[in-house]
């Protein structure tokens, strides 16, 4: 129910809201009744692929490590990943994802993956020895949840659980998130809606004042009664919101949710993970 509320909060949506309210009050139920349907139609959609999109927090945690095997007692052994602690010794090969966080103690053609850190697809060979001083990512450090994509070696762990890079970041981003921060799409659609709101009024105003003062009456209406300056007021201002509830666009939020959805698919199908539909816009503003 929260994810659905959510999705209520856009200018643009509450501009669709407040017209087809308005367009019950004038008596357009047609209208009122496919206003109503796209914000249904656009909330719901939304909630649901937000909801279902949270299996993609289940499938991270699935790319993690469930068992590896460490030198205990100078035998391999098979144990479970929350069961590794510090300074173990654990072995590595080619297909296997890194558990911890461990120093590198022997490596023969050992390579990595870690664009799940960096975000950069090609390897990373791995040494004893650091190649570079100062770096992140050392080359003499096997991280936590990073791939194993050639050769074998042995690593000795220095942190696990939340105390490895993977973690950290994950802290990091819990601490910095706030709940009520809008993406820069959010932003965009709410500074339009909110441009629309004041041409709304602006309209309501300039119609309302052009019919009152030239005495325009719709022909299809019972006219006001001679000299009767209160209904032709009433009048007046129902024409000005009649003008001005044609200016929102209505169809605005049903395009944006299309355009997401398609989005998170195309990412879905090049192996991408979407929690959010909105990531897909975080994820476009920083090209």
């Not at 590896?68 to 010794?89: H, M, S, Y």
């Not at 023969?108 to 004893?128: I, R």
Request: with cysteine; charged share 15%.
């Amino acid at each position: 129910m929260v994810i659905l509320l959510k999705q209520l909060w856009s200018a643009i949506f509450l501009l669709t809201a407040l017209a087809a309210l308005l367009s019950f009050w004038l008596g357009e139920w047609n209208k009122a009744r496919c206003l109503v349907t796209i914000i249904l139609i656009v909330c719901i959609a939304n909630a649901i692929g937000e909801y279902s999109g949270q299996d993609a927090g289940t499938a991270l945690v699935n790319m993690s490590a469930k068992k590896a095997r460490v030198l205990r007692g100078g035998v391999a052994t098979e144990v479970d990943v929350q069961d590794i602690v510090f300074g173990d010794v654990v072995l590595l090969r080619a297909g296997e994802m890194v558990p911890a966080d461990m120093m590198v103690i022997e490596s023969v053609d050992l390579k990595c993956n870690e664009a799940v850190l960096t975000g950069e697809p090609h390897e990373v060979a791995k040494t004893m020895e650091a190649k570079e001083a100062g770096v992140a990512f050392p080359t003499n450090m096997l991280f936590s949840m990073t791939s194993v994509t050639t050769g074998y070696g042995m690593g000795e762990v220095t942190a696990t659980g939340m105390k490895t890079q993977v973690g950290l970041i994950a802290k990091r981003l819990k601490s910095n998130k706030d709940s009520s921060e809008l993406n820069p799409l959010q932003r965009s659609i709410n500074l339009l809606g909110l441009t629309v709101a004041c041409g709304v009024c602006v309209g309501i105003v300039i119609a309302t004042a052009i019919a009152y003062y030239t005495g325009y009456e719709n022909p299809g209406d019972r006219p006001c009664p001679e000299n009767d300056e209160y209904c032709l007021l009433q009048k007046s201002i129902l024409r000005g919101v009649i003008m001005s509830v044609a200016l929102i666009p209505h169809g605005l939020p049903f395009v944006v949710m299309i355009m997401m959805r398609v989005s998170a698919q195309e990412m879905l199908a090049k192996g991408g993970k979407v929690a959010k539909v909105t990531a897909v816009d975080h994820l476009g503003a920083t090209l």
